[in-house]
């Protein structure tokens, strides 16, 4: 069943679901609302500086959540978080970013390799998990998640948000084995990186 984009804000059950973590642990995924500004500016302060280190789309503190949350709008930008609960205590464990489109940047850098990007069917994704969950399988479900989800919202490719970097090789592991390929190199703030893609 197809999904309108535009419906997200007012129905998430359209594009949320539960999964459980190999210990047990049962994992919720639902988009951002409006009004957990405060949940998700605390999953940003509490990742280390190595986790954010590696993530380049956007800053991780509390002012980024509020401005988020302001202007939600997740037919655009679909923010998906997995939530769990610990001690009576919902809180957010990943979060990965869906630009419903592509961004100028990543475009101009695929332009140059030939390869055309559509705003219509193509996506762009940029994940992120919290220190104490990663290696837990988490990203994996989040990503088989998305992975069923996207084509639903029209999209038919996926790219990573400003690519991944070279000296990450456990993130280029995990991007391959959800079928994403390199189809490029390039220097990004003193590092390298490889643009990468996937059919979906």
Known sequence: MQIDPNAIDTRPD?????????????????????????????????????????????????????????ALDNSQTLRMLAWTE?????????YFV??????????????????????????TLAP???DAYQSQGLGSLMMQHLLGLLPRLGRRRMLLWGGVRTDNPRAVHFYTKFGFRRVGDFEAGGTNNYDMIADL
């Open 14 to 70: 359209l594009v949320s679901s539960s999964e459980v973590l190999a210990s047990g642990q049962r994992i919720d995924f639902r988009p951002l609302r409006a009004d957990q500004a405060a949940e998700l500016g605390a999953y940003f302060t509490g990742l280390s500086q190595a986790t954010r280190g590696v993530y380049g789309p956007h800053p991780f503190d509390q002012e980024t959540a509020d401005g988020f949350c302001a």
């Open 98 to 123: 869906v630009e419903l489109g592509v961004r100028a940047g990543d475009r101009r850098r695929y332009d140059a390799l030939g390869l055309a990007l559509h705003d219509e069917t193509d996506c």
């Open 128 to 130: 992120s998990v919290a």
């Open 86 to 94: 610990e001690k009576s205590v919902e809180r957010i464990v990943a």
